[in-house]
C-alpha cells in the first residue's frame, strides 16, 4: 500500500462517473456562464437530479441485482395523483393521503416483486405489465372518482407541515426534495457498501443460483428491491404533487428511461452485478446537469436534444474506458 | 376495496357502450378520438356522451372509438378509420391528426356512402378537399394569434412561447400564431424548444423556464403550450421571483390553471372549447344523416374562448361538469 492512490482511486467503480461529470460540468461552464455554478443556476440542475436520484438509486439497486423496474413510469403520477385525490378532492388530512400515497407503492412493489420470484417472466415484462395495469387503474380511478385526469392540490389543502416536509423551496430556489435525496443516499450507501445487504445484492447480481446456494436469502432481496423501487417513485410523485399543487395521469413516463441513463452513466452494467451508490447519484447529477445545462449556454435549443444525445454518450464511453481499466487491472508482482 | 370497486364499475360501463348495438335504422356514428389519459379527450367524451342523448333519442347510436397508445399512432389511426368503415357506420366523426396517412382512409369512408365531419384538427380546406361535409374544431394559428393579442392589450412586450413537443406542427402553429399576433401589435415574441427528456417531468420544465427567464430580464410573458407545462411554467416563474410582472398564459385549461387565474398568479388560459367540438361534430352529423339538414356555417369554429379573471366562475361550474 505504499504505492501512489491515484490508481486505485481510478479502479473505484464511481471513478469513471466522477470523470463523466468533471467532463460535462467543464463543457458547461465553458460554452455557457458561470452562472452555472451560482446558487440559482445549481438550484436549477440540482432540483431536476434530486427529483431523478431518489427513484434512480432503487432502480439501480435493481439493475445490480440484475433485474429491471419500469413500472415506476406509472407509479410517479400514481403517488401524485393519490395524494391529490384523497387530500385535495375529497379534501381528507394530508396524512391520509400521504399513507395513501406509500402503501399504493408498497403494494405495487409487493405484486412486482412476488410475480418476478413466483414466475419466471422477465422483470422487464412483468414490470411492463403492471406499467400499464397502474396507468389505467389511475386514470380509470382519477376519471372515474373526479371527472378529470389532472387533480389539484392546493397548499392550504397540504398544510404547512407538509408543504414544509415534501413541498418547499428552501432558500427560495432549491426543492426540499435535494435534502430527502442526500439522506436516502447515505443510507443506501450505508445499506449497500457497508452491510451484508450490499454483498448479497452483488452476489445475486452475479450469479443469481450460486447466490441462493450459498444461503442469501434471494427471493426476500428481490422482493425488498422492488418494493425500494415502487415506493419511491410513490413518495416522489406525492412530493411532486405538494410541490407543484397539482397531480396529472399523464407525467411521469420519462422517468423511465431517464432513471435508466442516470443508472447507467453512474457506471452500473446492464447486465447487472456491477455499479455502486455513489456511481449512481453523480451518474444522476451529470445527467440533470446535461439536461439543464443548455440553458445556460446560448445554442440554439432546436439543438438541445442532440447536445444532450451526444453528451451522455461521451460520458458513458468514458465511463466504460475506466470500468475496463479497472475490472482487467492486475498489480505488478513485486 | 372502494377504489377496485370503482375502477370496475368504470370499466363497465365503457364495455357496455361500445358494444350497445343498433336497434332501428337511424343514424349510426363513429367518433374517433385521443388516448384515455389525455384530459382533453375526456372533455371531448363528455362532449360525446351527451350528444348521444340526441342521437338515440332518434333511435340512432354513437360508437366513441380511442387510440390506445400514440406509439403508433398514424396506422392506429388509419385502423381505427376501417374499424368505423367495417362497422358500416352512417357517420364518422374524424380528427385529421396525419393527413398523409389518414387521408385515403377517410376518402374510402366518404366513396363507401360514410358522412365525414372533420373534428378538431384538419381544417375547413381539408375537409372541402376530402369531401367532409364540415369541419368542426378551433384553429391553433388563430388561437396564438388571440393569446399573442391579448398578450399586447396588457402591456407585454417580450413573450416566450415555451413548446414541450417542439416539431408537433399544431403546437408549432400555437406558437407561430402568439409570435405573429403580438408583432403585428409591436410586441416581440420567441419559442423555447424543451428536449424531449424534459416532457412530463414538471421540475425540469420549471427549471427550464426559471434559467431561461434569469438569462433573459425582457422577457414579460410566457405561454406555455399544454395546461400542464402552466402548472409547471407558474412555479418556475415563481423561482425566478417574477410572479408579479411576468404574465402567464397557457392553451387549454386545468383545475389548477384556473385556480391560479382566480387567485392572480395566472394570466389568462385559451380554450379551444373541446366539448362543444364533440357535441356540435356528432349532433350536426346525425342530423344530416337523419333530417338531411345543412349547416351553411363553415368552418365552425370552437375557439379561442379565452378563459380570465372576468369568466372564471362560469368556468369552474364548467369545470366540475367535465365539460371545460
Known amino acids: 500500500m505504499k504505492n501512489f492512490p491515484v490508481g486505485d482511486l481510478l479502479r473505484r467503480p464511481e471513478s469513471g462517473a466522477f470523470l463523466g461529470l468533471v467532463f460535462v460540468l467543464v463543457f458547461f461552464v465553458v460554452f455557457g456562464s458561470v452562472e452555472f455554478l451560482k446558487p440559482a443556476g445549481a438550484a436549477s440542475w440540482l432540483n431536476v437530479a434530486a427529483n431523478l436520484g431518489i427513484v434512480a438509486i432503487p432502480v439501480g439497486l435493481l439493475m445490480i441485482s440484475g433485474e429491471l423496474d419500469i413500472s415506476i413510469g406509472a407509479m410517479i403520477p400514481a403517488g401524485a395523483l393519490t395524494v391529490a385525490i384523497i387530500s385535495g378532492y375529497y379534501g381528507l388530512p394530508i396524512w391520509l393521503g400521504v399513507v395513501g400515497s406509500l402503501t399504493l407503492g408498497l403494494v405495487v412493489g409487493l405484486i412486482n416483486g412476488f410475480l418476478v420470484i413466483r414466475t419466471a417472466v422477465p422483470s422487464l415484462i412483468v414490470t411492463l405489465g403492471t406499467l400499464f395495469a397502474v396507468q389505467g387503474l389511475i386514470l380509470g380511478c382519477s376519471v372515474f372518482l373526479t371527472g378529470t385526469t389532472s387533480v389539484a392540490l392546493s397548499p392550504a389543502q397540504s398544510g404547512a407541515v407538509a408543504k414544509a416536509l415534501f413541498g418547499q423551496f428552501i432558500g427560495g430556489s432549491f426543492q426540499v426534495t435535494i435534502i430527502w435525496w442526500m439522506v436516502l443516499t447515505v443510507i443506501y450507501v450505508f445499506y449497500v457498501h457497508y452491510s451484508p445487504f450490499g454483498s448479497w445484492l452483488f452476489a445475486l447480481g452475479g450469479d443469481k443460483v450460486s447466490a441462493r446456494n450459498a444461503g442469501i436469502p434471494t427471493d426476500k432481496l428481490t422482493v425488498t428491491l422492488f418494493v425500494l423501487s415502487s415506493v419511491s417513485a410513490a413518495f416522489l410523485g406525492m412530493c411532486q404533487a405538494i410541490l407543484f399543487n397539482v397531480a396529472q395521469v399523464s407525467a411521469g413516463m420519462t422517468f423511465i428511461f431517464n432513471s435508466i441513463i442516470a443508472v447507467v452513466v453512474g457506471g452500473v452494467l446492464l447486465t447487472g452485478g456491477f455499479g455502486s451508490v455513489i456511481g449512481i447519484f453523480l451518474g444522476t447529477i451529470t445527467f440533470a446537469i446535461v439536461n439543464q445545462g443548455i440553458y445556460f449556454t446560448s445554442f440554439d435549443r432546436n439543438w438541445s436534444s442532440l447536445i444532450i444525445g451526444v453528451m451522455l454518450l461521451l460520458a458513458v464511453l468514458m465511463n466504460n474506458t475506466f470500468r475496463i481499466m479497472a475490472l482487467t487491472y492486475s498489480p505488478k508482482k513485486k | 376495496m372502494g377504489i377496485l370497486k370503482h375502477f370496475c364499475a368504470a370499466l363497465l360501463a365503457t364495455t357496455v357502450v361500445s358494444f350497445a348495438a343498433p336497434a332501428v335504422y337511424a343514424a349510426n356514428i363513429a367518433v374517433v378520438g385521443g388516448k384515455n389519459d389525455d384530459a382533453f379527450w375526456n372533455i371531448i367524451k363528455k362532449g360525446v356522451d351527451d350528444a348521444r342523448v340526441i342521437v338515440e333519442a332518434n333511435g340512432g347510436t354513437v360508437n366513441y372509438l380511442r387510440l390506445q397508445t400514440y406509439d403508433n399512432f398514424a396506422p392506429d389511426v388509419v385502423q381505427l378509420i376501417q374499424t368505423a368503415i367495417s362497422q358500416k357506420v352512417d357517420g364518422l366523426v374524424i380528427p385529421n391528426w396525419v393527413p398523409e396517412g389518414e387521408d385515403p382512409a377517410i376518402k374510402e369512408a366518404i366513396s363507401a356512402g360514410i358522412k365525414v365531419i372533420l373534428m378538431n384538427a384538419g381544417g375547413y380546406e381539408k375537409a372541402q378537399e376530402l369531401g367532409a361535409i364540415n369541419y368542426v374544431g378551433s384553429d391553433e394559428y388563430i388561437a396564438g394569434v388571440a393569446g399573442g393579442e391579448y398578450f399586447s392589450k396588457n402591456g407585454k412586450k417580450n413573450v416566450l412561447c415555451v413548446n414541450t413537443v417542439p416539431g408537433a406542427a399544431n403546437l408549432e402553429a400555437r406558437c407561430k400564431g402568439v409570435i405573429d399576433g403580438i408583432t403585428k401589435a409591436g410586441g416581440a415574441a420567441k ?43 407558474a412555479i418556475g416563474v415563481l423561482q425566478a421571483g417574477k410572479t408579479e410582472t411576468v404574465l402567464l398564459g397557457t392553451f387549454d385549461l386545468n383545475q389548477s390553471g384556473l385556480d391560479r387565474i382566480k387567485d392572480g398568479t395566472q394570466g389568462f388560459a385559451i380554450d379551444q372549447q373541446p366539448y362543444l367540438q364533440s357535441l356540435l361534430a356528432v349532433t350536426l352529423l346525425a342530423s344530416a344523416i337523419d333530417f338531411g339538414t345543412d349547416l351553411p356555417t363553415a368552418p365552425v369554429l370552437t375557439g379561442p374562448g379565452i378563459v380570465d379573471k372576468s369568466n372564471i366562475e362560469a368556468t369552474l361550474t364548467g369545470v366540475s361538469k367535465g365539460a371545460r
Open chain 2, 191 to 233: 419559442q423555447l424548444p424543451l428536449p424531449a427528456t424534459s416532457f412530463g417531468d414538471a421540475t425540469a420544465v420549471a427549471e427550464a423556464i426559471k434559467a431561461t427567464l434569469l438569462q433573459d430580464a425582457s422577457i414579460d410573458g410566457v405561454i406555455t403550450i399544454s395546461a400542464g407545462d402552466a402548472d409547471s411554467a
